[in-house]
C-alpha cells in the first residue's frame, strides 16, 4: 500500500510506554544497516518529541530531517494503547511511526508521512494493523 516499507515493525499485545516503544524502534533503525549519525539523530528527535508528536488518527509520528540519508527510514509498531504521551480529548495512541529523512530532500519526508497518515485514515488497515499477530505481519500491510 505504501511506497516506504518500515525497516523496523513491532506489534506490542499490551499496552506499552511510549518511551519503551520509542526506545526499540529507534534500536531498530540503528541497526538496519543504513548509516547515520544515531546521536545526532535521537537529539533531533527527542527536540521534535518536545514540539509535540500526537497527529489524530491514534498516531504518534515523532520525525526528523538527517543529513546523509539516501531515502527515509521508519519504523513503526502498533499496540492497544501507547502511554506516556498526551493526546486531545483523551485519545488513545495505538501507532508509534519514527521517521528518519534526508535534510537534503523535503519532498521525500513529506511524501514518506502523506503515505503513513493515508493509512491511518483507512479504518480496515487500521484494524488489520491492530489484529497483527507479530511484526512479520505488521510488515505486509505496507
Known amino acids: 500500500m ?23 524502534a ?18 533531533a528527535v527527542e527536540k521534535r518529541i518536545g514540539d509535540g508528536i500526537y497527529m489524530g488518527s491514534g498516531l504518534l509520528l515523532p520525525h526528523t530531517r538527517i ?4 531515502s527515509p527510514l521508519m519504523a513503526f509498531a502498533v499496540a492497544p494503547e501507547i502511554q506516556g504521551v498526551s493526546t486531545p480529548r483523551g485519545e488513545t495512541a495505538q501507532f508509534l511511526c519514527l521517521l528518519l529523512s ?29 489484529a497483527c499477530a507479530d511484526g512479520a505481519a505488521l510488515k505486509e500491510l505496507f
Not at 2 to 24: H, N
Not at 67 to 70: A, H, N, R
Open 2 to 24: 505504501s511506497s516506504l516499507i518500515p525497516a523496523y515493525t513491532q506489534v506490542y499485545k499490551e499496552p506499552v510506554a511510549f518511551q519503551k516503544a520509542l526506545g526499540f
Open 26 to 43: 529507534f534500536e531498530g533503525l540503528v541497526n538496519a544497516g543504513v548509516p547515520f549519525d544515531a546521536l545526532s539523530a535521537w537529539k
Open 67 to 70: 543529513s546523509g540519508l539516501e
Open 102 to 130: 534526508s535534510a537534503e530532500s523535503a519532498t521525500a519526508h513529506t511524501v514518506a508521512i502523506a503515505g503513513v497518515a493515508k493509512l491511518l485514515l483507512d479504518p480496515e488497515w487500521k484494524t488489520k494493523a491492530l
